[in-house]
Structure formats: C-alpha cells, structure tokens
C-alpha cells in the first residue's frame, strides 16, 4: 500500500494512523474532544511525537474524561509535570484545563462539539492538498482564541480538521487519495 510522504512507515503507530484514523470522519464530541487536547500539544512539535505519547496521555488525562480534566488543580498539573510519558509543557498543560473548560461551554451553546464546526463547515468536507492553513482554519482558530483557548492557531486547527475528516488531505501518490 503506498501511504502519504509524511507517514514514517518505520512507526506502526504512525502507520496504524495513517491508514485507520486520519482523514476519517469522527465527529464524537469524546474524539472531538481527545484530539483538540493533543493536537494542542503539538506546538511546536510533530505529530508523530504526540501520537506516540497517546496512551500516556490517555492514562495521564484520565481517558480525556472533560469533567475530571476540568477540575484539575495544582497537584494534578504537578503530577502530570512530572508524568516521563507526556509532554511536560506547563503552559500547554494548564492550556488543556483552560481549553476543556471552553470546550464543555461551546458544547453546552451549540448541544455537541460537531454542531459548533458545522457551523463553519455546513458540513462538507474539503478535498485539499500540501497546505497547512485555510480560510476555515482560520476562521475556528480566532474564534477559539476569542472564546479563550490557547495553543490553538490556524496551523493547528489545520491539523485538527485533518484529524477528524472536515479536511481530506491524503497525498496522490497515497492508496487513500480521493478527490471531490
């Protein structure tokens, strides 16, 4: 099977990624919700970094149960500083308590996460190649930033909308490609 350039055909991980996951459409706010949190952490790093760290991340996050993040306190940030498994940036951590916290409220105006992005995307999905930001991806990007949510410029969101299937973005030379 020939797979997107990016793809490190070295990482089962990444691989597994690639051909089950990214691109996909998933609009389960609980998916929703554990993909933001990690894509958040990877500013300023790959993604393949991140993916590798996911089950630490799951365990350390308490399985992405929002309610449980929201309420992590200064112990819990001390305790995930000190967790070998994650990403052990302060600012991205306390960013992901912020961020769940927005998070539950967008749920709570628009009934599910997915209705909030739809009320960008009207539910269709983009078929676009080698870019790293849009219109759209800048259109989420500041309204989360004026909602409060950090860690979430337009390159990030970019990569998000990959993540969850709102961008279709696989490589031509890649088995998965398709067009409009």
């Excluded at 350039?5 to 996909?24: A, F, G, Q, T, V």
């Excluded at 951590?93 to 539950?104: M, T, W």
């Excluded at 949510?149 to 030379?173: C, N, P, R, W």
Aim: net charge neutral; hydrophobic share 30%; charged share 30%.
């Amino acid at each position: 099977m020939k797979r997107c350039k990016w793809c490190n055909l070295n990482n089962p991980n990444y691989i597994e990624y690639h051909d089950n996951e990214w691109c996909r459409p998933n609009f389960d706010d609980k998916y929703l919700y554990e993909m933001l949190i990690l894509e958040s952490f990877q500013a300023g790093l790959s993604w393949e970094c991140v993916l590798n760290k996911r089950d630490s991340f799951r365990k350390a996050f308490d399985n992405f149960d929002i309610d449980k993040v929201c309420s992590y306190d200064e112990n819990k940030i001390n305790e995930l500083l000190n967790n070998k498994g994650i990403i052990r940036n302060k600012l991205k951590i306390k960013a992901s308590i912020n961020n769940s916290i927005i998070f539950k409220t967008i749920v709570n105006e628009y009934v599910t996460f997915h209705n909030y992005l739809k009320s960008f995307t009207q539910d269709k999905t983009i078929y676009e190649i080698d870019k790293t930001g849009n219109e759209l991806s800048d259109n989420i990007s500041n309204d989360l930033k004026k909602r409060g949510m950090k860690f979430v410029g337009s390159t990030i969101i970019y990569s998000y909308l990959q993540a969850i299937g709102v961008i279709y973005s696989h490589d031509e030379e890649c088995s998965l490609y398709k067009a409009n």
